[in-house]
């Protein structure tokens, strides 16, 4: 630091007592201060067979019997009853009934779980998580459980594997309308909440990521989920709700000539031709590139004309 009077360097341990009385003063007028989270490394736990699945649980499934329930993944149940009020409810996946292959997704499930709980060291915070801005890391709550009311905003920093884990030794509740909001790049898939027992959605909530719950998920009237319920040893209920697997966002792999007819083949109307722009072709060769790796242009042509002085 610099005394701009007479420039020299000031000494260390005066700048920091200089620091410290503005920071003072600043609390003193009321002034809030952000204060940095200094969140741990961490790794998405793997969740194997699991990860087709958008509810999952141990032992049921409910929908209310006029719940308006919408399912965009694999429902499945390992054992016990099977799901209940499908329709009214709809699953836009594949439906496991008890027996019928979903206790490899709760194996798969039970290694998440632990490995969720494993990360860290986590940095602890307050219980209460809505009206907080958190970076990637990982975290767990002083009094064991976590509750959201009003909005948790979870900041990936520009990095779209950034992962956030929350520990807890008991339950998750969110408030009646509260919000989990993805910013700078981060996504639903590669958020993860270990709950040390159950999880309660608020009415009308919107919440994002993975519950990875020990026994329960209920999921109340309205709550829409981007992510996962996935219930070890309980059952999952839901009430109109709107429930998406997040699949993390990848690289589309180049297209191949299989692909690019059958898109063709597919797009071109009845009775009309598809063909690959020329140009298109000819640009990708004269920058030493396969017709493959450059987005071939389709256009359809109308049929020709047969009689000249009739076309337009």
């Known amino acids: 630091m610099t005394d701009v009077s007479n420039p020299r360097v000031v000494p260390r341990n005066i700048a920091r007592s200089w620091l410290a009385g503005a920071l003072t003063a600043i609390v003193a007028m009321g002034i809030p201060v952000a204060t940095p989270h200094v969140a741990s490394a961490q790794t998405r736990p793997p969740l194997g067979a699991a990860e087709e699945f958008a509810v999952l649980a141990a032992t049921t499934v409910t929908n209310t019997p006029l719940g308006a329930t919408v399912v965009v993944g694999d429902l499945g149940v390992v054992s016990g009853t099977p799901p209940t009020n499908f329709p009214p409810g709809t699953v836009v996946g594949d439906t496991h009934p008890p027996g019928t292959g979903a206790a490899a997704a709760q194996a798969s499930l039970l290694t998440a779980y632990n490995f969720a709980a494993a990360q860290g060291p986590a940095t602890i915070v307050g219980t209460e998580l809505g009206g907080t801005v958190l970076p990637p890391g990982v975290y767990a709550s002083d009094a064991g459980d976590f509750q959201i009311t009003g909005n948790l905003r979870l900041d990936a920093q520009g990095d779209p594997n950034a992962v956030f884990i929350f520990q807890m030794a008991s339950t998750l509740v969110t408030a009646v309308g509260s919000t989990v909001t993805l ?26 990521g993975n519950i990875l719950a020990q026994t329960s998920i209920g999921a109340n009237t309205g709550a829409i989920v981007d992510g996962r319920l996935l219930a070890l040893d309980g059952a999952v209920t839901l009430d109109a709700n709107l429930v998406r697997r997040a699949d993390c966002a990848g690289v589309p792999p180049s297209p191949t000539a299989s692909s690019i007819a059958s898109s063709i083949a597919s797009a071109t109307p009845p009775g009309s031709r598809g063909k690959a722009s020329m140009k298109q072709k000819k640009r990708g060769r004269q920058q030493g590139r396969s017709t493959s790796d450059v987005d071939v242009a389709v256009k359809t042509e109308a049929p020709r004309c047969r009689r000249r002085h009739h076309c337009g």
């Open 183 to 208: 910013e700078n790049g981060a996504q639903a898939c590669n958020v993860f909440w270990r709950v040390g027992s159950s999880a309660t959605l608020g009415v009308g909530s919107r919440f994002a």
